[in-house]
């Protein structure tokens, strides 16, 4: 009965690579939210997804982001040519129904850290 | 704007002190929802517990126990007996209710580390 499931752990990039985050969401769960964790902050709202859908952009850096969750696989939080600012933990979380955040049913995986050196 | 604050960057306690985190919120919305999670060293985040801001009986679970008090816009968390299990970093959570139903648009404050010490 695995839970969410985030890869990789740890990840170094130098400045101007490129850095892909995956996320498998809890079984069952068709509904994905990344959120990003600067330092010494809480964690921030980036992107909501369903299924080949984006349904919530709104917390998503306008350029060098993008995220997808495909029919098929793991939802993926893909960051081009990485500056030093993007050194975070970036979070994924699932759930089964869509009003996940009302009913407190937001399972997140133990995120990703990426270290821009 | 919505906005949570968790006055208390850390906190230090030695083993089976009580200790109470402070969560107070900003927001618009008549409806909305608070919640509580730990995220232990180890990075996971775990769901403590959740209210809607229509509920604001006190819960009791455990060794830990949650006031909500509209009138003050809080929503703190109490450690009773606390443990060096307990150690972690601890985030309040604000989410209101968007028509239609939510986008997961969590919005967190920035986080208070307990440290227990034995």
């Known amino acids: 009965n695995a839970g969410v499931m985030q890869n990789p752990r740890h990840l170094v990039r130098r400045r101007g690579q490129e850095a892909r985050l995956r996320c498998s969401p809890m079984?069952?769960?068709?509904?994905v939210y990344w959120y990003r964790q600067l330092p010494e902050e809480g964690l921030k709202f980036m992107v909501y997804l369903q299924k080949e859908n984006i349904i919530d952009e709104s917390g998503m850096p306008k350029e060098r982001f993008s995220a997808e969750f495909p029919k098929e696989g793991p939802s993926i939080l893909r960051i081009q040519q990485v500056v030093r600012g993007d050194s975070a933990a970036y979070f994924c979380?699932?759930?089964?129904?869509?009003?996940?955040?009302?009913?407190?049913?937001?399972?997140f995986g133990e995120g990703s850290r990426l270290t821009v050196l | 704007a919505q906005k949570v604050t968790q006055a208390q960057t850390e906190i230090s306690v030695v083993e089976k002190e009580d200790v109470t985190l402070d969560c107070v919120y900003e927001t618009r919305d008549t409806t909305y929802y608070l919640f509580w999670y730990k995220q232990p060293p180890s990075g996971e985040l775990v769901f403590l517990i959740r209210?809607?801001?229509?509920?604001?009986q006190n819960e009791i679970s455990g060794r830990y126990s949650w006031n909500f008090q509209k009138s003050t816009s809080s929503f703190n968390f109490t450690i009773t007996a606390s443990q060096v299990v307990d150690s972690a970093v601890y985030f309040c959570a604000l989410s209101e209710r968007t028509y239609g139903g939510s986008q997961g648009n969590l919005i967190f404050g920035k986080g208070t580390k307990l440290s227990v010490k034995p």
């Open positions: 079984k069952g769960h068709s509904h």
């Open positions: 209210r809607n801001s229509f509920d604001e």
């Open positions: 979380a699932s759930s089964l129904q869509r009003l996940a955040v009302n009913t407190g049913e937001l399972f």
